[in-house]
């Protein structure tokens, strides 16, 4: 079992910027990709960013340009620099990660509690 704890979100003017992190601890053999999704009142959960192990990342189109996930394989420790903050990007945020208990078990899914993200305009 994976446990996420999630930290730096908060109040923030439009263009201005947070840096989410999210640590990952428990009883695993492996990490593997990780990611932030969001999710706004009345809007289904939207993927915004995800880094695999090797460090190979994808964006949301809205979030391009804007944002960047980073990952510390020593800390087990993925990170979000979001710049340039717009109101549309209000949302709770909520960390994932695929993870393994064996080198040759199934894949699992960890999801933190999120954290909440408000941009005033």
């Known amino acids: 079992q994976v446990q996420l704890v999630e930290s730096g979100g908060g109040l923030v003017q439009a263009g201005g910027s947070l840096r989410l992190s999210c640590a990952a601890s428990?009883?695993?053999?492996?990490?593997?990709?990780m990611a932030w999704y969001r999710q706004a009142p009345g809007n289904q959960r939207e993927l915004v960013a995800s880094?695999?192990?090797?460090?190979?990342?994808n964006y949301a189109d809205s979030v391009k340009g804007r944002f960047t996930i980073s990952r510390d394989n020593a800390k087990n420790t993925v990170y979000l620099q979001m710049n340039s903050l717009e109101f549309e990007d209000t949302a709770v945020y909520l960390c994932?990660?695929?993870?393994?208990?064996?080198?040759?078990?199934?894949?699992?899914?960890?999801w933190g509690q999120g954290t909440q993200v408000t941009v005033s305009s």
């Open positions: 994932n990660v695929n993870y393994r208990r064996s080198s040759a078990g199934s894949m699992f899914r960890s």
């Open positions: 428990g009883s695993f053999f492996s990490i593997n990709t």
């Open positions: 880094i695999t192990t090797g460090g190979t990342t």
